[in-house]
């Protein structure tokens, strides 16, 4: 048996369907969720191994598709995944990013309470951003993230690790 379940995964926000990337215990008690925030790359594989371990210790993970307003695209190339992440609106990501806690709200296996946000590079900008957006975010990291505006982050509703 695998150590975790993982699904592909669809959810409304703002008129749209976004995809995600989901990894959780096998059990069905309620437990901490994490929103983990990709880089410029895209969804890749990287991204889902680590919303893959935080399952293995215990948390419901989810990897929303920040692209998939833009056609849920991956890359390698770096030059495409500058393109990509200046076609990203900070406005969009933010509401794929509430709908993603929103959704993992629904969930039976989620601790409502419990949800926290992690975030890499250009996630790890979006990671802050959502502390600072979004009640239901308990806790934020952010691994090599840009500071966001400064007065955005007066606005922080939860701890943060940078």
């Known amino acids: 048996m695998p150590e975790c379940l993982t699904a592909e995964v669809t959810y ?3 008129g749209l369907t976004l995809r995600g990337f ?8 309620p437990r901490p969720a994490v929103v983990v925030i990709h880089e410029w790359w895209g969804l890749n594989d990287h991204i889902k191994d ?3 371990r935080f399952a293995k210790e215990g948390y419901v993970a989810l990897a929303p598709d920040l ?30 990013l509430n709908a993603t806690t ?4 629904t969930l039976s296996c989620v ?7 992690v975030g890499f590079c250009m996630g790890g900008t979006f990671a802050l951003m959502v502390a600072s957006h979004n009640s239901d975010v308990k806790a934020s990291v ?21």
């Open 67 to 96: 692209y998939s307003r833009v056609g849920h695209k991956v890359t390698k190339d770096p030059d495409e995944a500058a393109k990509l992440m200046e076609r990203l609106q900070s406005q969009h990501a933010l509401k794929d």
């Open 22 to 29: 989901l990894a959780r215990p096998h059990d069905e008690q």
């Open 50 to 52: 680590v919303t893959q």
């Open 111 to 117: 601790d409502p309470i419990k949800i926290g946000a």
């Open 142 to 162: 952010s691994f090599y993230g840009q500071i966001p505006p400064t007065d955005s982050l007066k606005y922080l509703l939860a701890p943060i690790l940078y």
């Open 12 to 14: 409304p926000s703002d």
């Open 102 to 105: 929103r959704y993992l709200k």
